[in-house]
């Protein structure tokens, strides 16, 4: 869970994922649209990998990735930033990490 | 005044002036009186008033009349108690009745009106009950403790217990559920303030209790099992009917094999059936959804009509905001369905099949897209306000972006699912692994065709809340009126004049 939170806060929008997710896919492709480089950390990837599962699903998410951290704190999974963003409040969140073009 | 009193109510007054010394049984007689005259009283909100007049000397009233007590009986049918008289606590009532047992001199200058507002429920022989007890307080001989009454009964010194007494005796059975009725049905009318509305809805909601009874609880859980086992009979139907239609196919099927042998069409081998659109296998998930969802298209037509009369008659607000909410929840039925649809065939909901000829030909990810038929039918909303018409665009433009983001992850899908199958057939790469990771992909896409119908649902539910109940019902006829005209033109398409071959 540490590590989670560690790498949670290390950047302004961080996504955990894994590589064979196409949904993962899709939710870094909505950050991009919406201008902010996230942080991606892909699970598989990484030698604490199932720790770190376990532990996103303790956080609440029925699917432990996509995992959406912004500003340090969770946010949920698709769903979630599918009802920020329909509801016009992710664009607000994402506003102080917007990659300056 | 007496007069005046008792002509505004329909009374009957039972006016005994006796001396002091007599008033206790005075007060046991009225009592039983009332217990007589009660079961003639119209309806069983019977409000009673109570009155005790406690006076002063007064020559009009003549020497001997110290205690004069009134009670009448009027059958109001008011439903509320919508004034709350003072009512003194007894005690007190009390104190001034020792004054006078003590004090033989007149004019102690008082003169109070003691109020006690009851409904009385038929059980008459309560009220000759010790319910009242603590006015036998009165009674002359009285040499017993002060908290102790006449019939053994604790004296009441406190309001709140008097009035739980009160309560409890003469409140009806039927008040609590008469209440709720009252609560779950009270609306603010077209002639009554705010306020008013307000404070009859804080009056009303401190006399129900809200979380379900015992009886509540059990009704619906009846109520329950009526459905699940609708829903499972339901199932049952679909899977048989099912069945017979895979049976007659079959039939055919072999019939047509049988011909296209003997013509020497075929060479033998496995007869792909795939291709007519009959997997051999019975799909119960999907015969339920397609009897499901013939349902649900005659009910939307009922809604759809039902909504055009309303908007037409020009009915209220509350009619519409009923028909809004009824329409909505006719869309997250038909999504639920759709889940359990996904989860049993995903390729069904994909390819459109349950959907008319002309739908499938605007079909993505298993359904319609949300910002096009947002762009279609906004136009069909007007008049809107600045902030709506900007939560809209907004919303639109939030919905394509999302739409987006899914199209490009289905994409994506399709590449690794077609680099898992387009392996070296002659390699040594291990065939069962890699339909294994195949597998793995088109559970991925059960997970896309439930978020695509997400966002629908997130899409509909968005507007709802930023269109007024007016606005919402227009657009949701608009909606069901554009479907209903592509299942139409489908239909027309299908049976139109064709050219002979």
């Known amino acids: 869970m540490e590590a989670v939170m560690r790498l949670a806060r290390e950047r302004g929008v961080v996504i955990f994922t894994k590589s064979s997710c196409c949904m993962c896919y899709a939710v870094k492709i909505l950050f991009h649209d919406l201008g902010v480089n996230p942080m991606v950390h892909e699970l598989d990837q990484n030698p604490e990998g199932r720790e770190m599962e376990k532990a996103l699903m303790r956080l609440g998410c029925t699917t432990p990735v996509p995992a959406v951290f912004i500003g340090g704190l969770f946010v949920g999974s698709t769903n979630e930033v599918m009802s920020l963003h329909l509801g016009g409040s992710l664009n607000p969140l994402l506003k102080p990490y917007r990659a300056l073009s | ?501």
Not at chain 2, 9 to 31: A, E, K, N, P, Q
Not at chain 2, 235 to 247: D, I
Not at chain 2, 414 to 442: F, V
Request: charged share 20%; net charge neutral.
């Open chain 2, 1 to 501: 005044w007496v007069l005046e009193f008792a002509f505004s109510r329909f009374t009957i007054i039972c006016f005994s002036t006796i001396s002091y010394g007599d008033s206790s049984l005075f007060i046991v007689f009225t009592i039983m009186v009332y217990g007589i005259l009660l079961p003639f009283s119209s309806t069983n909100s019977v409000s009673i008033s109570l009155c005790l007049v406690v006076g002063h000397e007064d020559q009009r009233l003549g020497g001997a009349e110290r205690l004069t007590t009134s009670m009448n009986m009027s059958a109001s049918s008011t439903q509320f108690m919508t004034s709350r008289r003072i009512v003194l606590p007894i005690h007190q009532v009390n104190m001034w009745a020792n004054a006078f047992k003590d004090d033989n001199s007149p004019n102690t200058g008082t003169s109070t009106i003691l109020e006690v507002d009851a409904k009385f429920d038929n059980k008459s022989e309560d009220t000759s009950h010790g319910s009242l007890g603590p006015l036998n307080n009165y009674d002359q001989e009285a040499t017993k403790p002060p908290n102790k009454v006449s019939d053994g009964h604790d004296y009441i010194a406190d309001w709140e217990v008097m009035s739980g007494e009160m309560m409890a005796r003469f409140i009806p059975s039927t008040y609590e559920d008469e209440s709720f009725v009252k609560l779950k049905t009270l609306r603010q009318g077209q002639s009554r303030s705010v306020d008013d509305y307000a404070s009859d809805f804080c009056m009303l909601l401190s006399r129900v209790v809200l979380s379900e009874s015992v009886a509540q609880r059990d009704l619906r859980r009846l109520a329950q099992n009526r459905e699940a086992a609708k829903k499972s009979r339901l199932r049952k139907k679909a899977y048989v009917q099912q069945l017979e239609t895979s049976r007659s196919k079959l039939t055919q099927i072999e019939q047509e094999l049988q011909r296209a042998r003997q013509q020497g069409l075929l060479v033998g081998g496995a007869l792909d059936t795939s291709h007519l659109g009959f997997s051999g296998t019975v799909n119960s998930g999907v015969a339920t959804f397609e009897m499901g969802y013939s349902n649900w298209i005659d009910e939307q037509d009922r809604h759809i009509r039902e909504l055009r009369t309303a908007l037409q008659a020009h009915v209220s607000e509350d009619e519409l905001r009923i028909l809004v909410d009824s329409g909505m929840r006719h869309y997250y039925d038909l999504f639920r369905m759709k889940a359990d649809a996904a989860k049993a065939d995903v390729f069904y909901l994909m390819s459109g099949m349950w959907k008319s000829p002309a739908e499938r030909f605007f079909l993505w990810i298993g359904g319609f897209r949300p910002s096009e038929l947002l762009k279609v039918l906004t136009p069909q909303l007007d008049p809107l306000s600045e902030q709506q018409i900007g939560a809209v665009y907004n919303l639109q433009v939030s919905s394509q972006q999302f739409e987006d983001a899914l199209y490009q992850g289905m994409a994506k899908l399709q590449q690794t699912l077609a680099e898992s199958l387009a392996t070296d057939p002659l390699g040594a790469g291990n065939y069962r692994s890699q339909m294994a990771t195949a597998m793995g992909k088109l559970e991925d896409l059960v997970t896309f065709v439930n978020q695509a119908d997400q966002l629908r649902q997130q899409t509909l539910k968005q507007m709802s809340r930023i269109l007024t109940t007016r606005q919402a019902a227009r657009g949701l006829l608009a909606l069901g009126d554009y479907f209903q005209r592509f299942r139409a033109l489908s239909s027309l398409w299908a049976a139109r004049p064709r050219e002979p071959t």
